[in-house]
Every structure is written in structure tokens, then in C-alpha cells.
């Protein structure tokens, strides 16, 4: 290896500090005084979760190797937007961030930054929200280690992407991970949950509140608020406000299931996920999240919930899913290896 090039930076970081952000390099046996001006990087020959340790005089974004991110748009409100852009674009951990504008017009292309790690995307025909991220991670060469999916109406420190980042190294066994997800006002947003039932859906969803009161136990349970969220823990179902994933693994699982137009696609990709990783809440960090619950104010948005519905129960199963219950078994488990729920013929689908 060649000699160490001096005040070089690795990975945006100064020498002096490189040698404790490698964990990965640790459990190569590797004499980290001497790698300081290396990076860590995937190759063709094998999986991009699988690294190598390789000479590195590029700057970050000239290996190619970071982290990408993609938010689908819908007539989103700019302010919101362009808070959220700037979040992603703060963190120099990040190659590329895709924007698919699904709005009628290019109204929203006025926000773009003039930044050469931003593309934006205008398909007037909405793509609907799975197919449009589909379509954003498509345009992320293979050199993305990990992807980040994200609402447009979501914010955060650009320290919440590289703590995630080096969490998911050390925990090789996790594909995907969520951030504690707040209010702008700090409340806590309870987005974990355990795979729904069509009656958990049903309750959540239409009964008035007086009775959601005589539920309010099992809705707990299903929001998983009986263990708190303050604690690192094994989750089914997580948030497509917000998600942390393998980039392997979204290749893997071939990305969302474009048959949910809008909802409940985080909830499949989530359990297609789940039955071959482990899917975790992270909560040492948090991200902002408006959460407007749309489908609840307007009778379109929750005809498509429905529609949606209808679709991830017809895949995987109404009342009699043996699988939804081994996944929701695993709950508040630590991220190690577990045995994986039996796969039926649905769960390929």
C-alpha cells in the first residue's frame, strides 16, 4: 500500500479522526494506523454489503460510494420541501439524492438546488409513490452502499445519516432501520408496528373515537407502545416516511410492489424485507416528520387506502396468515440472527 497522503480527508472526515469511524476495518484484523487514507468500498465481484479496503485519493463523491436518497413529490408543499432537500444535501455522506416529481406541472423543479448530486424527475402521469421511488433508485448507479427513502415533508440533522450509516455497519444483520420519527412540536409519532390484521386496520381506521377507547389495549399492542420507544428495538412494519436501507437489499427484494399505488407499500416492502433480515427502530436519533394523515381528511386519499387494503390482504392473506404471526413474534427481539419465518409461495410474490 501506497505511503499515508498528508491532511488528506477520508470520507470527509480529517485523518487524525479516520481510523475510529472504520469499524468495518476491525474485523478485517487490519493495523488501522496504517489505513488512514483508505476507504471502504464495494466491488463488482461481490455484493455491495461485502467490502474491501482500497486506496483512496478521490474525494468522497469521486468514488462513488456513499449513501443515496430519493423523496417522490405530489404537489408537496415547497417550503417543506426545500427544508427537506437541505437536510439530505448537509450530510457529505450523500452521492445522490433522485427527485420524482409526479405533480401536473414543474412547479416544484423552482426548489431544486443547483447541486450536481441532485436529479429531478417529471412524470406528470403519477407514478404513484412505490413506483416513483422504484423509478429514483433506478437511478442510482451500483456504487450506493446504502439508500434512503424519505417524504418530502421530513427533516433532520445531517448527523441522523451518518449515525445511521455507521449503526447498519456494525449491524450487518439489520436491512432496514427507522429513526425515532417526532413532530415538529417533539412529540413522538408511533410508527413501529406489528403487520396488521384487517381488523387492526379497520379499528385504526373507522371506528370513532369513543370506541377506539374500549381497543385502546390492543391498539397500543399494534403501535407497539406497550414497550415505549426509547429503546432499540425488532419491529415488523416500519414507516416509509423514513427508511434506512441496504442497497443490496432493495435490489434484492426488487423494490417496491407497484401494485399499491399510495399506502401500505412500506408495510410490504417492510415484511419482504423482514423474512430475510432483521428490521429495527433506532431511536438515538430522530428525524422531524408533519404527517398530515391525508387519507383521513380527504375521501380520495382514503378510497385508495382502502383500495390498498385490499390488495396487500388479497397478497398475503386475510385472517389465516401463519406468517404475520411468526414476523410479529419476533418483535422487541435485539438485531442477531433469528431463524426465518417459513416462506410460502405469496411471500416471492
Known amino acids: 500500500m501506497a505511503g499515508a497522503v498528508s491532511r488528506r480527508k477520508w470520507y470527509g472526515l480529517p485523518l487524525a479522526r479516520a481510523s475510529s469511524n472504520v469499524p468495518q476495518a476491525l474485523r478485517f484484523g487490519l493495523d488501522l494506523s496504517s489505513i488512514q487514507y483508505q476507504a471502504l468500498v464495494p466491488t463488482r465481484s461481490r455484493p455491495a454489503s461485502t467490502f474491501v479496503l482500497r486506496h483512496c485519493k478521490q474525494s468522497p463523491q469521486e468514488v462513488?460510494?456513499?449513501?443515496?436518497?430519493s423523496i417522490v413529490l405530489f404537489q408537496s408543499d415547497a417550503e417543506l420541501l426545500a427544508r427537506a432537500i437541505a437536510s439530505v444535501l448537509a450530510s457529505d455522506r450523500i452521492s445522490k439524492l433522485v427527485l420524482v416529481d409526479n405533480s401536473p406541472d414543474r412547479s416544484l423543479e423552482s426548489v431544486v438546488p443547483a447541486d450536481r448530486r441532485v436529479e429531478y424527475i417529471h412524470r406528470p402521469e403519477n407514478l404513484g409513490?412505490?413506483?416513483?421511488?422504484?423509478?429514483?433508485?433506478?437511478?442510482?448507479?451500483?456504487g450506493s452502499v446504502y439508500h434512503i427513502i424519505l417524504n418530502p415533508d421530513v427533516y433532520f440533522d445531517p448527523s441522523v445519516i451518518s449515525t445511521l450509516e455507521k449503526y447498519m455497519n456494525e449491524q450487518r444483520d439489520v436491512g432496514l432501520v427507522m429513526p425515532k420519527v417526532l413532530f415538529?412540536?417533539?412529540?413522538?409519532?408511533?410508527?413501529?408496528?406489528?403487520?396488521?390484521?384487517?381488523?387492526?386496520?379497520?379499528?385504526?381506521?373507522?371506528?370513532?373515537a369513543s370506541l377506539r377507547k374500549v381497543f385502546k389495549d390492543r391498539m397500543a399492542e399494534y403501535e407497539m407502545r406497550d414497550v415505549g420507544y426509547d429503546r432499540e428495538m425488532r419491529v415488523p412494519c416500519l414507516s416509509g416516511c423514513f427508511m434506512f436501507v441496504r442497497s443490496d437489499v432493495m435490489r434484492e427484494v426488487d423494490g417496491f410492489d407497484e401494485r399499491f399505488f399510495l399506502y401500505m407499500e412500506d408495510v410490504d416492502l417492510s415484511r419482504r424485507i423482514g423474512l430475510k433480515y432483521v428490521t429495527m427502530y433506532y431511536p438515538k436519533v430522530h428525524?422531524?416528520?408533519?404527517?398530515?394523515?391525508?387519507?383521513?381528511?380527504?375521501?380520495?386519499?382514503?378510497?385508495?387506502?382502502?383500495?390498498?387494503?385490499?390488495?396487500y390482504f388479497k397478497k398475503w392473506g386475510w385472517f389465516n396468515d401463519r406468517e404475520r404471526e411468526e414476523l410479529n413474534s419476533l418483535r422487541h427481539l435485539p438485531p442477531e440472527p433469528a431463524p426465518v419465518p417459513r416462506q410460502s409461495a405469496r411471500s416471492a410474490r
Do not use: E, W
Open 64 to 69: 462513488g460510494i456513499l449513501i443515496s436518497a
Open 184 to 208: 415538529p412540536d417533539g412529540r413522538v409519532q408511533h410508527l413501529c408496528k406489528l403487520l396488521p390484521t384487517p381488523t387492526d386496520l379497520f379499528m385504526r381506521r373507522f371506528l370513532p
Open 129 to 142: 409513490f412505490g413506483r416513483g421511488h422504484n423509478l429514483a433508485f433506478g437511478r442510482i448507479d451500483d
Open 287 to 311: 428525524v422531524y416528520h408533519l404527517h398530515a394523515k391525508g387519507s383521513y381528511a380527504s375521501n380520495k386519499l382514503r378510497n385508495l387506502h382502502i383500495q390498498s387494503a385490499l390488495t
